[in-house]
């Protein structure tokens, strides 16, 4: 059973940073991409960003040149640097893992969540 381990949440005022961690139960390479999502509170949940196993980067457009995602791989471990946090980007933060084994059969695995407060 694949598990993700989030951390690093918490109360920031506008403008200001935090870092999420997830650590992985198993070796991040395990997994077609990883990634981060959130859901604010009456919202569907979003994609943040998302790494794939070779490196290559997304992000929503909302996101980008705010937020970095980034891996330790001797570590198991996907990192979500958020700079520059509004309001708006108040949410519970996901990490997800994606694993891809042939067409018509994928998997999503999930975090807990981590909760991120943006507030004066």
């Known amino acids: 059973q694949v598990q993700l381990v989030e951390s690093g949440g918490g109360l920031v005022q506008p403008g200001g940073s935090l870092r999420l961690s997830c650590a992985a139960s198993e070796s991040i390479f395990s997994f077609s991409s990883m990634g981060w999502y959130r859901q604010a509170p009456g919202k569907e949940r979003e994609l943040v960003a998302t790494?794939?196993?070779?490196?290559?980067?997304n992000y929503a457009d909302s996101m980008k040149g705010r937020f970095t995602i980034s891996r330790d791989n001797a570590k198991n471990t996907v990192f979500l640097q958020m700079n520059s946090l509004k309001p708006e980007d108040t949410a519970e933060y996901y990490c997800n893992a994606h694993r891809w084994v042939r067409v018509g059969v994928e998997y999503d695995f999930w975090g807990q969540g981590t909760q991120v407060a943006v507030s004066s």
């Open positions: 790494i794939t196993t070779a490196g290559s980067t």
